[in-house]
């Protein structure tokens, strides 16, 4: 189930201490199951306000910051999440380095996705 996110989408979504959370959506992939599989990375920050699409002075902000690995994760566990798209910011070749690794070992068997929750990764 994919919770309606693109790729390119930066997204915010409630984390369980009270903090608001960030991910950006690098790749939707279909899974031989018939699931979907986003590839994603975690920006280094989580603040205790939420952040809107409309807070465009912050969501540049957010786009300087430090981008963890990516990790991809099934959509059903996303959706969970309630995730808001408050942005934007095109997937470039060079940002993909960590996908096409995990796209390789996964066609050959060699890697999976994570079913935990997205605020557990």
Not at 17 to 26: A, L, N, Y
Not at 46 to 75: C, N, Q, S, W, Y
Not at 95 to 121: C, M, N, P, S
């Amino acid at each position: 189930m994919n919770p309606g996110l693109s790729e390119g989408d930066i997204c915010t979504y409630p984390r369980s201490d009270g903090t608001w959370g960030f991910f950006w959506v690098q790749r939707v992939d279909a899974l031989p199951d018939g699931r979907e599989a986003l590839s994603l990375r975690k920006f280094d920050t989580h603040t205790v306000d939420e952040v809107r699409r409309e807070d465009e002075a912050d969501v540049a902000e957010l786009k300087t910051i430090r981008l963890l690995g990516h990790f991809p994760i099934v959509g059903t566990r996303v959706a969970e999440a309630r995730p808001q798209v408050i942005g934007r910011m095109p997937v470039r070749e060079e940002d993909l380095e960590g996908y096409r690794i995990w796209r390789e070992a996964f066609d050959q068997g060699e890697a999976g996705v994570f079913t935990l929750e997205l605020e557990q990764i």
